[in-house]
């Protein structure tokens, strides 16, 4: 199997002042990514085991440090979690509105089946296996954190009453 050498490195950049810009393909246009032996790696973490001699830590990324998106100069990287990845992430309204859609979508509960176990005085068990829910989610109809209205649409309960600006847009957004 081939390995990562800085010179194997070079061939697929572009050198701008001190930086290696990688010029190959990328996966989330920000992602060096490489055929190598058969398999598709992730170019900045082959080049920080190259530099540092191991690969980078379990649930951590490697990410740039400089302005360069692409840059893939081991001089140029950092060791990040990837919770701190993670939390830089913010999902934008329409985000949202396709998560919320995508969520409902494979939901087996509807409005009609909402509205029924709220009715209903049995107890969760029974309301579950009527419906073929589960017993939590009987429970979680009927305290109403689960579906709240929207004119006939429904939303799961990450949309919190506190948020009406935000409610209204995913509405707007869903009709």
């Not at 490195?9 to 930086?19: F, I, M, P, S, V």
């Amino acid at each position: 199997m081939t390995q990562v050498t800085m010179e194997w490195l070079r061939e697929r950049c572009r050198a701008e002042g001190k930086h290696l810009i990688w010029m190959r393909s990328c996966s989330n246009s920000t992602d060096p990514r490489a055929g190598l032996g058969g398999k598709i790696i992730n170019v900045r973490r082959e080049a920080w085991a190259l530099a540092h001699g191991r690969t980078p830590r379990a649930n951590h990324c490697v990410e740039t440090a400089c302005e360069h998106e692409l840059c893939v100069l081991p001089a140029c990287m950092v060791e990040v979690s990837r919770s701190v990845v993670n939390s830089r992430r913010r999902l934008t309204l329409a985000g949202r509105a396709r998560f919320t859609a995508a969520v409902r979508a494979r939901s087996k509960v509807t409005p009609d089946i909402a509205a029924a176990v709220r009715a209903s005085n049995d107890s969760s068990y029974v309301e579950a296996r009527r419906h073929n829910l589960h017993p939590t989610t009987v429970q979680a109809i009927r305290r109403g954190d689960t579906f709240v209205g929207l004119t006939d649409r429904y939303l799961r309960a990450t949309v919190r009453p506190e948020w009406p600006l935000l409610v209204e847009a995913l509405a707007e957004v869903m009709r």
